[in-house]
């Protein structure tokens, strides 16, 4: 079974920038759409925000609102690792991230469930 582990978390200023990563332990990463997630400080368990999503093949991505223009999420198929830059961070982006992969599209391929993969996070604090 397929795990996932983010890492790279930690905690910088606001406006400045950090990159996640998110390895899979996993033969074919291609094979899988891959998505960020984030867990705000005091959610309920098992509630996360959608971040932002990359296809299958790296050439397409979706991001919410709230990162568009900030984040980038890309990924190296051959290192099975999918990273997410993020840029002019700001105190609400403070939160645990987390990955998730999903082998089929089914209605979009940015639309993850609870039959998606899940990995653990990584908390990313943001303050001065």
């Known amino acids: 079974q397929m795990q996932l582990v983010a890492s790279g978390g930690g905690t910088v200023q606001p406006g400045g920038s950090l990159t996640l990563s998110c390895t899979a332990s996993?033969?074919?990463?291609?094979?899988?759409?891959m998505g960020w997630f984030r867990q705000p400080p005091g959610a309920d368990r098992g509630f996360r925000d959608f971040?932002?999503?990359?296809?299958?093949?790296?050439?397409?991505?979706h991001y919410d609102d709230s990162v568009k223009g900030r984040f980038t999420i890309s990924r190296d198929n051959a290192k099975n690792t999918v990273y997410l830059q993020m840029h002019r961070l700001k105190p609400e982006d403070t939160a645990v991230y987390s990955c998730?992969?999903?082998?089929?599209?089914?209605?979009?391929?940015?639309?993850?469930?609870?039959?998606?993969?899940w990995g653990q996070g990584t908390l990313v604090t943001v303050s001065p």
């Open positions: 998730t992969a999903k082998d089929r599209t089914g209605r979009a391929y940015y639309e993850f469930n609870a039959l998606a993969t």
């Open positions: 996993v033969r074919i990463l291609s094979n899988y759409h």
């Open positions: 971040v932002g999503a990359i296809s299958k093949n790296g050439e397409s991505t």
